[in-house]
């Protein structure tokens, strides 16, 4: 199925690609001197208070909310485990889903990296998202092992039972 062409604005703001979001990150890094790993934390807080008011709106205290985060392999995916921590430290039960890294043997970027250990140290549960199995984290000083795995099937069963 072939991607859905990028608009080039939505709600009269620009819309920008990836190759664009990182100059602007760039940008940003060098004209006023923001790290990265700083714009990524901020992204992240932003997204989980955007859900947050998204909750309140409809009567739902965060800290009565159940949150799945599916998160890319990029750079927005480690956002997305941004806002999943902050959810968490404002109460929610949180699973993070997370697609596996490329094949090509890179791994996921260092942010993405350090993002998905700050999420273990907050708590909540993540798993690596593939298209047959979904294998939960568990970190024990740094080191990551696969502690379930699934079938697709049972992967959505475990999501339906938990989750609807």
């Known amino acids: 199925m072939p991607k859905e062409p990028i608009p080039s604005a939505w709600q009269g703001l620009p819309v920008v690609d990836a190759a664009a979001m990182r100059a602007l990150d760039e940008a940003a890094a060098s004209k006023f001197g923001l790290p990265a790993l700083t714009l990524m934390e901020n992204a992240g807080r932003a997204v989980a208070e955007e859900a947050a008011a998204f909750l309140r709106a409809r009567g739902i205290e965060p800290a009565d909310a159940r949150v799945v985060v599916c998160c890319g392999r990029g ?17 929610a039960e949180v699973d993070a889903f997370l697609c596996p890294p490329k094949k090509d043997g890179g791994g996921y970027p260092e942010l993405v990296r350090v993002n998905l250990l700050r999420a273990k140290e907050a708590g909540y549960l993540t798993y690596l ?6 294998i939960h984290l568990e970190s024990k ?4 092992r696969k502690s379930e795995k699934h079938s697709i099937r049972r992967n959505y069963q475990i999501l339906r039972d938990r989750w609807v």
Not at 75 to 91: E, F, S, T
């Open 129 to 134: 998202a593939h298209r047959a199995t979904l």
């Open 141 to 144: 000083s740094g080191q990551f």
């Open 75 to 91: 750079a927005n995916g480690g956002d997305g485990l941004v806002a999943a921590r902050h959810l968490r430290a404002a109460g």
